[in-house]
């Protein structure tokens, strides 16, 4: 039975190149990576770590990152897939231990984590109103005719669409039945001013 409080994260660095591992015995495990790099049977060959190792001359080091004693083996590969994003480790192949690349990783960790990302995106548009707004602005006088061009496209592209939704009535709060893109004007009108009066 494997003994996971012997349990350590560790990288492997080739000239500015990273990657991060884990391993619950150090000395078998650096053993296996250097069998890997030369030898052309092994079905790992060809993983990006020993291609890159292999064209910087055979130059790496393998070092213990962090001892981490633990219960499982999914215990430290959510250890080892943190340590993986905080020093953007540009070597693994997929994100650690899920058999995923990045980008599914990714797609994966987003579907399941859709209300909390939700929510932090809220609190941060919360508070950076200011930034938010002063970033379009400036994205929009950096970018007028981009953003002309692209409107004159959707326009072309949706015509029947956008004519059904400027047909579309709806009911106001205050009661009166006006086509939805005439909402903004109504509320300004007198009959709609009248009635937040009375609010």
């Given at each position: 039975?494997a003994d996971?409080s012997?349990?350590?994260i ?13 391993t619950?015995?150090?000395i ?11 030898n052309e ?42 340590i993986r994003?905080e ?8 994100s ?24 932090i ?5 919360e ?13 929009y006088?950096?970018?007028?005719e981009k ?6 496209q ?7 669409k ?7 009535k ?8 006006c086509?939805?893109s005439?909402l903004a004007?109504h ?8 009635w937040?009066?009375?609010?």
């Amino acid at each position: 039975m494997a003994d996971y409080s012997k349990a350590i994260i560790y990288t492997i660095r080739s000239k500015d190149s990273i990657y991060v591992g884990s391993t619950i015995n150090f000395i078998s495990r650096k053993n296996q990576h250097k069998a890997c790099i030369y030898n052309e049977n092994s079905p790992k060959y060809n993983h990006k770590l020993y291609k890159i190792i292999r064209e910087n001359d055979g130059e790496w080091s393998m070092r213990p990152y962090r001892a981490f004693p633990c219960n499982s083996k999914m215990e430290l590969t959510i250890e080892e897939e943190r340590i993986r994003c905080e020093l953007n480790a540009n070597l693994n192949m997929r994100s650690c231990g899920s058999g995923l690349t990045e980008k599914e990783y990714l797609i994966k960790y987003r579907e399941n984590n859709k209300e909390k990302i939700s929510e932090i995106g809220r609190q941060y548009r919360e508070e950076n109103k200011d930034k938010i707004k002063e970033n379009k602005k400036q994205y929009y006088q950096e970018n007028k005719e981009k953003i002309s061009e692209q409107l004159k496209q959707y326009r072309e592209e949706n015509k029947e669409k956008i004519s059904e939704q400027k047909k579309e009535k709806i009911t106001c709060e205050c009661g009166s039945i006006c086509r939805k893109s005439d909402l903004a004007r109504h509320k300004r009108s007198k009959k709609h001013l009248d009635w937040e009066k009375l609010k």
